[in-house]
């Protein structure tokens, strides 16, 4: 039996025909029936995290250009304000490659590792990752050529594949002694570009983008970036989390429309069975608190909504 904040639809008076039967259509498993506009800021986390994006990555060009050394190196490996800093990935790589364990890339690997427990996995993707600023563009371009119909339809693959890139490129690190996914990887390419300069391997990083505006949407960070697996697992224990309200959400779906990997979302917002985004793949880009005009997303602190 349907039940609004606990009220069975058969106890409804006859003056509420219209409630109960929207409560019978609802498609899902938000309690709000008519969606609410509570949300008065649209595009305040887009805003504020591509503001913070290009801050982070102005960084490595201003400390290299005017030698601030605040922010040194690349995304890759870098040093802010002294302390080491190594992306997983590429540091597993580096010491599968040399056959041996360095100790700075092992403390910026722990480093990194406890600064993405705090913030949340994948916040490395939508928060400071240069690439994804351009991919996101790229998919305002690809939905409007969609719109337009210039484009009939968006590619879908795997997303598991990006796991298997993840073994295979460290397999081939330490066969060929050599770093093999970084001569592709557009997230290092355009890290160095900002503290050395353009070259043409950036005409790498165009040629993928294009295959995400006319292709497949954003199939770089969806389906096949091995960097993102890393804080895709580090996400999984993070307790920084998108949290929903099941008394305000409407059911509109408008969430999974905009979230980059939409799947995420499927246990609240779908299935009701949980009030947390609790999926590693998460990125905390805030596009779905965004989109969500009843207000029914948030970032939240697992748990610690519990103790206070």
């Known amino acids: 039996m349907s039940k609004v904040s606990g009220t069975p639809v058969a106890n409804l008076s006859p003056a509420q025909p219209s409630l109960a039967k929207s409560l ?7 309690l709000r029936d008519i969606s609410v506009q509570e949300n008065t800021f649209p595009h305040k986390w887009r805003l504020i995290r591509w503001g913070f994006l290009i801050f982070i990555n102005f960084l490595f060009f201003a400390s290299f250009y005017f030698d601030i050394q605040i922010l040194e190196g ?13 992306d997983p990935f590429a540091s597993f790589q580096i010491m599968l490659a040399s056959k041996l364990v360095k100790v700075n890339l092992v403390i910026g690997m722990i480093t990194v590792v406890i600064i993405y427990i705090i913030l949340g996995g994948r916040f490395f993707c939508s928060w400071v990752c240069s690439y994804h600023l351009l991919a996101e563009f790229g998919e305002m371009l690809h939905k409007s050529l969609i ?14 594949i990006k796991y298997y890139f993840y073994a295979i490129f460290l397999v081939l690190s330490l066969v060929t002694g050599y770093t093999v996914f970084e001569v592709i990887n557009p997230v ?10 353009p070259g043409l391997i950036l005409l790498w990083v165009l040629l993928l983008l294009a295959f995400e505006v006319f292709y497949s949407r954003r199939a770089w960070c969806r389906y096949f970036c091995p960097v993102g697996v890393s804080y895709n697992l580090i996400g999984w224990i993070s307790p920084f989390k998108i949290k929903w309200n099941v008394n305000k959400c409407s059911n509109c779906k408008k969430c999974q429309g905009v979230c980059m990997v939409p799947f995420v979302l499927q246990e ?10 609790v999926s590693g793949e998460c990125t905390r880009c805030g596009l779905c608190i965004d989109a969500c005009e009843d207000g029914a997303l948030k970032y939240n602190i697992r748990y610690l909504d519990k103790l206070i």
Do not use: C, Q
């Not at 609240?268 to 985004?277: A, F, I, L």
């Open 147 to 160: 719109k337009k119909k210039i484009i009939k339809k968006n590619h879908v693959f795997d997303r598991n």
């Open 24 to 30: 019978r259509k609802r498609k899902g498993p938000g």
């Open 74 to 86: 690349t995304l890759s490996a870098s040093r802010l304000l002294g302390f080491h800093l190594a």
């Open 268 to 277: 609240t917002v779908n299935k009701g069975k949980s009030e947390y985004v």
């Open 188 to 197: 290092s390419m355009l890290s160095r570009m900002f503290v050395y300069g």
